[in-house]
């Protein structure tokens, strides 16, 4: 990727407007200023990502928060989202398999000695139902007895009952992801709406728990529509925006999307920390096959401050080493835990 | 990373020839690895993805994936990690 570096912003620009309204003020870019971000020519894009780096170490620290996430019930899904081999409704070739409780302390324990402050518990499920959620209550006990580290979840959708037992447990943040803008979430789901994902966002939030609501990118929706997403998220107001990008998996519907090109993916990278300057921007999954090594470096001087190690719910990420060296080498120093419960 | 048969009920398998892709799960063209054309992006997939499918007789397995390792067990054949 050659790039001439034109870090300079030139007034009147969208790159201008950037530096005093996001980085000076710390207001992030409404959803037709971050169009304007995501249609950067190639020579601005050094210039987005050097201002979104400067945002990011301004309203947020140099830090970067590192997690790791494990499935404790893999495959099965009842729910159709196009991207997802766990859909049971798919011929992916993904099987059901649900993890024991002493291999998912064990896991605990490896990633907490990786320098991680959070380990996020997912299960591949519409909502929980009882037996799941007794599941949940007795790892998180055993987890907490064994090892410290921050507790989150991802169970799908709740009931407000759910919300508040999940709190009195004491887990710490929940995931419940967007993923695409309201305009675009049709085309890629039709088992559940939008609203129902926004209702247990919001539930999630009035409980006091951490929000963290993802998104992923690359599936064929248009720029205007990506701008959509971030702009739909910033007013949420999430603690976390985990931040995918396609990995197209076999026997999805998205299956021959393609990967997206990795210019665009620094583009939103850059055009999502505009949007949200104080939020943790996370790398999640796909970054490996979109973004390669260079890439993800700088996305990582381009707003990103929070990284997922070692492997994802299905697939492999890069050796937990890699990137935690990645780190040293930026000088980006790994957040200590601080349990906020 | 290859990866090797760790235990089960017939380990002695270790060594033995692919039959079939553990991506793909369709014939692989023998040797210890896919090789052929259909296969070499399915080679590139299994360095960022465990196999989904027994290279002794294509059953799909439960794969469970943590942060740092993996494992994918076939009913017949047993149990593959990195
Ligand atoms: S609800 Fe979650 S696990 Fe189920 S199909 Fe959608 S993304 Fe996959
Ligand atoms: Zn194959
Ligand atoms: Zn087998």
Known sequence: MTMQPDLEANPGTILETARTQVLEQGIGLSESQLVEILRLPDRDLPAALQIAHEVRLRHCGEDVEVEGIISIKTGGCPEDCHFCSQSGLFDSPVRGVWLDIPELVKAAKETAATGATEFCIVAAVRGPDIKLMNQIKFAIDRINEAVDINIACSLGMLTQRQVDQLAAWGVHRYNHNLETARSYFPEVVTTHSYEERLDTCNMVKAAGMELCCGALIGMGESLEQRAELAAQLAALEPHEVPLNFLNPRPGTPLENQGIMDGKDALRAIAAFRLAMPRTVLRYAGGRELTLGDLGTRQGLRGGINAIIVGNYLTTLGRPADADLNLLVELNMPIKELQKTL | ?82
């Open chain 2, 1 to 82: 990373m290859i990866p090797n048969r760790s235990s089960g009920p017939t380990g002695s398998t270790t060594g033995s020839a692919a039959m079939f892709c553990g991506h793909c799960g369709v014939p692989s063209d023998g040797g210890d690895s896919p090789a052929s054309d259909v296969h070499h992006r399915c080679g590139e997939r299994l360095a960022m993805e465990p196999p989904r499918y027994c290279a002794a007789c294509r059953r799909r397995m439960k794969v469970q994936v943590t942060p740092l390792g993996w494992t994918a067990e076939c009913s017949r054949h047993g149990v593959l990690a990195p």
